[in-house]
């Protein structure tokens, strides 16, 4: 006779330490509000590690959109796997659950420092950011079934309530995470050392849990390796956040040499000046070949760097800022000029050679470049003091939003400059394709008197080509006539391109980009074609207006037809 199978009893092979109460020091409503909070300590742990990634991925390569993409793809899809990963250690979920939070408080923790390495000293760090985002993913993603079956132990509930308890406290953590990174740890700390902060408390949190709460369920020599794995990482976040400043320092010459001299992190990027304070200059107001050799020994020119990118060099301004301004002023009533960006007060220097302009407005969204502008020994030898010039207003406001509030202001007249200068950061980078727009232009050419002239800087116009001539579509899209043109001399090793590790990767080919001269991309427009006619009360120049116009025959044979418009909601640059 065959015996009837014997009743499945659910749950019979499971882990024991799943099915057996926790012995805890405290209540069991206390326990599992003490295990609720931990919770919410690992998820706001966990949001600023991503945004940290994200932020200074976009800081040290540049495409703030491809940065971010590539750290939550890789981030969301080790999560899944860690998850997985995490069944294995349910059985001694206490114990696994401690490793778990050292070893993230490390990784996450020093995520940054271990990037401004690569960077600083490596050249680049993509494959350091795939790997960090790698294996933070795959340790938060641990986190969730382990504190799950930590919860179940305090007290056992329906599977779904303890899902809602956990997710509801998970999602406010990330909320108090997403908003203390940029408001509280970045602007009080930085990234570095608000990483390690942010690491020792992640840290802190798993051990209350793990080594108090649920301390009676650990075997002696679990808890001394937890506690001795615990003490070994916070020593090490504590090293970190001692050294932070002499590891900055010494990362920061690696990227620009021993002559940097003033770096400051403001609210709106990394400010850095590089090389001597004595500016010679010649008659005309410019500066002479080999300007800007400061302080005996220093051997380099005066140099600006916004976000790690070159923005000034005094070897070469005069050449930039002539060639921007120049064609401007030319063919037209030039009494009122406006500066969108140009904080250093090199274009509006250049402005104010001209006898005829009678007012300067300069909008720029840092005033901290402002001050250095007026303040630093060299920059302002450099520009010659022109933003202390009377007839120099400056306003310390986002370029777009300055826009926008003139064209709805009821004081603010529609047409009132002559010339408006948009001496802006290069359109190929994220945070600056707004200020490239056809929206943007619309607001410019409001600014713009009858007879007024739009000059742009729209980057190489051979190494970024498609770039160039989608400014200069999109400049017409609005109603203006352009006329493009080229001026040769920007430096083999300029770093104003939106990849701040483009050095590492050859140049496109084409002429003019390997081994032949390299070239500053301007587009001049206007309602009317431009004229390049020399203004009576021009000053000499180092770029004299036969070069421009030798610029512009250059750039018609080079000209991309047929090229879209860039917009606010559909931005081209990154094309």
């Known amino acids: 006779m065959i015996d009837p199978p014997e009743p499945l009893v659910v749950g019979a092979l499971r882990p024991p330490e799943v099915l057996t109460p926790a012995r805890l020091p405290v209540p069991c409503g206390l326990g599992r509000l003490l295990v609720l909070a931990v919770v919410f300590v690992c998820a706001a742990c966990g949001l600023v590690y991503e945004l940290e990634l994200v932020a200074l991925a976009s800081y040290l ?3 703030s959109v491809t940065q971010a993409s590539v750290v939550l793809s890789f981030m969301v899809f080790a999560m899944g796997v860690g998850a997985l990963l995490a069944k294995r250690l349910r059985c001694r979920a206490a114990v696994g659950f401690g490793a778990v939070e050292t070893v993230l408080a490390l990784v996450g923790g020093g ?3 271990a990037l401004y390495a690569c960077f600083a000293w490596l050249g680049q760090s993509r494959i350091a950011l795939v790997g960090f985002s790698l294996g933070i993913g795959v340790l938060i993603g641990a986190e969730i ?4 079956t930590l919860i179940q132990r305090v007290r056992r509930q329906d599977a779904g309530g303890a899902v809602a308890d956990l997710f509801a406290a998970d999602y406010v953590g990330a909320l108090v995470g997403g908003l203390a990174f940029p408001f509280l740890l970045l602007p009080c700390l930085g990234q570095l050392t608000g990483a390690l902060v942010t690491g020792a408390v992640n840290l802190l949190a798993g051990a209350v849990l793990v080594l108090w709460l649920f301390g009676r369920d650990l075997t002696p020599r679990a808890r001394w390796v937890l506690l001795a794995a615990n003490a070994l990482a916070l020593a090490l976040l504590g090293a970190g956040m001692a050294l932070a400043g002499p590891f900055e320092q010494a990362a920061r010459r690696a990227v620009y040499g021993t002559a940097a001299r003033v770096a400051e992190q403001t609210g709106v990027q990394e400010v850095v000046l590089t090389g001597g304070t004595d500016v010679p200059q010649d008659g005309d107001g410019g500066v002479r070949g080999g300007s800007g050799r400061g302080r005996k020994g220093s051997g380099r020119p005066l140099e600006l760097y916004l976000d790690g990118r070159l923005k000034v060099s005094s070897d070469s301004e005069r050449a930039y800022h002539q060639a921007l301004v120049g064609p401007a002023m030319a063919g037209g009533r030039h ?13 509006a220097r250049e402005l104010l050679r001209y006898g005829g302009v009678r007012s300067v407005t300069v909008v720029e969204i840092d005033p901290e470049v402002v001050r250095l502008a007026r303040t630093d ?6 520009n010659r003091h022109a933003l202390d010039d009377p007839r120099v207003r400056v306003v310390t406001v986002d370029a777009f939003n300055w826009l926008r509030q003139q064209a709805r202001s009821r004081h603010g007249r529609a047409g009132q400059y002559d010339v408006v200068v948009s001496d802006l950061p290069d359109p190929g980078i994220t945070a600056s394709t707004k200020f490239y727009s056809q929206e943007f232009y619309g607001l410019a050419l409001r600014t713009l008197a009858p007879d007024g002239r739009l000059a742009v800087h729209a980057g190489p116009p051979l190494a970024r080509a498609r770039v160039y001539w ?4 999109t400049l017409r899209s609005v109603g203006l006539a352009t006329l493009p043109y080229r001026v040769a001399g920007r430096p083999p090793d300029f770093l104003g391109d939106p990849d701040r590790s483009a050095a590492s990767f050859p140049p496109p080919a084409g002429p003019g980009v390997r081994g032949g001269p390299r070239y500053w991309g301007f587009v001049l427009a206007a309602r009317r074609p431009p004229r390049l006619v020399a ?9 004299p207006l036969r070069d421009v116009r030798a610029g512009w025959r250059g750039e018609a044979q080079e000209r991309i037809s047929g090229l879209p418009p860039s917009t606010l909601m559909h931005p081209r640059y990154g094309q």
């Open 61 to 63: 390569t540049g495409d």
């Open 111 to 113: 995520s940054a420092m």
């Open 145 to 148: 079934p382990l504190l799950m």
């Open 335 to 347: 009494a009122r000029a406006l500066v969108l960006g140009g904080g250093d007060g090199l274009a």
């Open 377 to 382: 020994p060299g920059l302002s030898a450099l």
């Open 470 to 473: 989608t400014v200069e579509a």
């Open 535 to 543: 203004a009576p009360d021009a000053p000499p120049a180092a770029v």
